[in-house]
């Protein structure tokens, strides 16, 4: 049942047994893992693209969550361009509130609480909320839902802006959040959250950005529709470059903004492309098990070969593309990565050895597995070396390919 509008789910990719994808692992730890089966599927009412099966948020979203947003200085950058757009805009009245939905370490409110604006962060999450908390964010541990909104109302007042990054997919129960966000908001406040865009992972075969924390995958045309359900209006969108390609929404109450022409755009754009349609996505399904077997091969015969493939960027979509291609540490030495926290442990699942990221070059292996494939750029613009020393990156998005 559609875990928006209560229609039927018609599942379209099945991506098998799967591990918490932020799960990494002590090496000593010889307690079972949590697994699930990660399938997606569509609402024939409403058109929502969401898990079949959900995960308990406490096993997701925890004390040693390892995830940090201002880990890349691309997504720095993106942060702080948002707070200063949301500072002239939005937040230029007097005595203007922000409230963000899982502010990880802070980075985005940072900007805003150096200029003076009054904000809240509410991230559930100890670890990181005690980061953003060093760095001088004001932040609530807990989850948002409509109890939180109510008593954060209580104490600070309406706000004008609540917003979400790379969080508001991750909450199946969106009755209770936007039940939470009509307490909150003031009159004329948004609501805006920019998530993974359905139309960039059909198009790219992006099927890594489907894991345990993405619950749902939005298109303009599932969040209007979700949007409506519950009294508000889909009034802009944006197409973002960052994580592989997203889309900022931004919601309003029925009636209290005209929707930006953008809007209408992209709607039109995805009735071109066909994405509500169920066989749009069976397609993208066959493509995902494509890619399996074309990076699979191509692992094996680089093992008979005997070159050395390790991967890059231990990343939380990497556990999907690990646990469904079948690829452990027969297949790649281990995988190197700038997170203190994942180094030293095991990749979910698959139980790679996971490295920090100077032993890339101890020496350099034969090939990479990209597996941060979203920050392609930054990362081949740092490791310039090992392409001059004759290493060759793996890519699988869109398709498998050598460079």
């Given at each position: 049942m559609c875990r928006v509008c209560g229609g039927s789910v018609e599942e379209f990719l099945d991506l098998g047994r799967q591990p918490l994808?932020?799960?990494f692992?002590?090496?000593a730890d010889t307690r079972p893992e949590y697994f699930f089966r990660l399938a997606v599927g569509q609402c024939a009412t409403c058109t929502m693209v969401q898990l079949v099966e959900e995960v308990p948020r406490e096993r997701m979203f925890h004390e040693d969550y390892p995830y940090h947003s201002s880990g890349s200085a691309v997504m720095r950058e993106h942060f702080q361009r948002l707070a200063g757009r949301l500072l002239e805009t939005e937040l230029s009245g007097a005595d203007p509130?922000?409230?963000?939905i899982g502010c990880n370490d802070g980075i985005m409110l940072r900007t805003i609480g150096q200029a003076g604006v009054r904000h809240l962060g509410v991230e559930p999450s100890g670890g990181v909320a005690e980061v953003a908390r060093s760095n001088g964010v004001n932040v609530r541990t807990?989850?948002?839902q409509e109890s939180t909104a109510v008593e954060v109302r209580e104490e600070h007042g309406p706000a004008d802006v609540i917003y979400a990054?790379?969080?508001f997919c991750h909450i199946p129960y969106v009755e209770s959040i936007f039940a939470g966000i009509d307490a909150l908001l003031g009159p004329d406040g948004v609501f805006v959250f920019e998530d993974p865009y359905l139309g960039d992972i059909v198009a790219k075969t992006s099927f890594d950005q489907i894991y345990d924390e993405h619950f749902y995958l939005f298109s303009a045309r599932s969040v209007a529709a979700m949007a409506r359900h519950f009294g508000f209006e889909l009034v802009d969108v944006e197409r973002l470059e960052v994580h592989g390609g997203e889309v900022r929404y931004t919601l309003a109450r029925l009636g209290a903004r005209t929707p930006a022409p953008a809007v209408a755009e992209l709607l039109a754009e995805e009735e071109e492309a066909d994405l509500a349609n169920l066989t749009t996505l069976?397609?993208?399904a066959g493509n995902v098990h494509t890619i399996r077997d074309d990076l699979r091969t191509l692992l094996k015969d680089l093992r008979a070969q005997g070159k050395r493939v390790v991967?890059?960027?231990?990343?939380?979509?990497s556990a999907t593309v690990a646990n469904f291609c079948g690829i452990g540490p027969d297949l790649v030495e281990f995988v190197c990565d700038t997170t203190p926290a994942k180094q030293g442990r095991l990749t979910p699942g698959s139980h790679i050895p996971v490295r920090p990221a100077d032993a890339f070059a101890e020496p350099y292996p034969d090939y990479a597995l990209l597996f941060a494939w979203n920050h392609a750029e930054e990362i081949m613009g740092k490791e310039q070396e090992y392409e001059q020393a004759g290493g060759r990156w793996i890519l699988y998005?869109?398709?498998v390919t050598v460079e």
């Open positions: 994808s932020d799960a692992r002590d090496p509130f922000v409230v963000e807990d989850f948002f990054a790379n969080t069976r397609r993208f991967a890059y960027g231990a990343t939380a979509k998005v869109p398709k």
